[in-house]
């Protein structure tokens, strides 16, 4: 493939497209092929500033041999090479199903003017490729996901997950502890139990600031848990997901398979739990 930079999206998040502020440009695409060389399509941006890509659609398999590599997007903008987005790096698929992403790709251009997404596949497989229904593509003026439920410290909220979703909440933090838990979360797909979450922290920038697979599989909690001494002040998404989501750095996020109900608590001071430090929080223990 020739794409200069990847970004790898995970299937399924959420994305509210319908509501169009002046600095946001939806491109939709009918009946697409994704195979080698790919269905390009094209659209023309207004002026504003591109910060993020959005992208959304539904997806028809070609049967069981179908691969993950074929839900490859190339988005070329006005002024920038070809940037890859998968919608995961491997795994078979098949039948129809959901997928989109975000990614601040494109963080800080100037967005008028013709932008190119070619519908190819990273692994050129033999036989039928997938078909996009409908691909939904947002470029947009915001840092973090425009479409991320916005919540605030000191609460807790509950978010439906369709299978393979990803929940987005975007917080504000003014500095010093903080404990994020998904305790409460309801979900079958896992392959070590129900309930079973992923987090994963970003800053405004992309940078991972923290993911955690279970708070403690010795005792069965699967759901989640970060717990900061001194988190410092701005702005920060979540991402949640079911078991065997994947996170790192550039808000790369590989997709799951569950489906149920994610609960973020956002707790302005931690609890009794342990605490680990900022830089490189990873899971209790990962089951790659």
Do not use: C
């Not at 497209?17 to 994704?34: D, G, K, R």
């Not at 916005?150 to 500095?175: C, D, I, K, N, R």
């Not at 398979?257 to 956002?266: E, V, Y």
């Amino acid at each position: 493939m020739k794409n200069s930079t990847k970004i790898v999206l995970a299937a399924g998040t959420a994305m509210a497209a319908t509501s169009m502020a002046s600095a946001q440009h939806l491109a939709t695409f009918n009946t697409v092929l994704s195979d080698v060389p790919g269905d390009t399509r094209t659209t023309l941006a207004p002026a504003f500033t591109a910060g993020s890509l959005s992208w959304t659609g539904d997806v028809n398999s070609a049967g069981s041999g179908s691969f993950l590599s074929e839900l490859t997007i190339s988005a070329t903008s006005p002024t920038s090479g070809p940037i890859g987005i998968q919608a995961g790096l491997s795994g078979s698929w098949s039948g129809s199903r959901t997928v989109s992403g975000w990614a601040a790709a494109f963080g800080g251009e100037a967005a008028a003017g013709t932008w190119s997404f070619e519908f190819t596949e990273s692994f050129d497989d033999t036989g039928v490729d997938a078909t996009w229904g409908t691909a939904n593509i947002l470029i947009d003026n915001s840092v973090l996901p425009s479409f991320a439920a916005s919540q605030s410290a000191g609460s807790t909220a509950s978010y439906p997950m369709a299978a393979g979703e990803l929940t987005w909440v975007t917080f504000s933090h003014t500095g010093g502890p903080l404990s994020l838990t998904t305790a409460g979360s309801t979900n079958t797909g896992g392959t070590f139990g129900a309930n079973d979450t992923e987090i994963g922290l970003f800053d405004s920038s992309g940078l991972l600031v923290g993911s955690n697979d279970d708070e403690d599989f010795v005792n069965n909690i699967l759901t989640s848990r970060l717990d900061f001494a001194n988190l410092a002040a701005g702005t920060y998404g979540v991402a949640i997901g079911g078991f065997n989501t994947a996170y790192a750095a550039g808000f790369v996020v590989t997709d799951h398979t569950a489906s149920g109900q994610n609960t973020l608590t956002i707790i302005p001071t931690p609890a009794t739990a342990a605490l680990f430090g900022m830089a490189g929080l990873v899971g209790i223990r990962r089951r790659r």
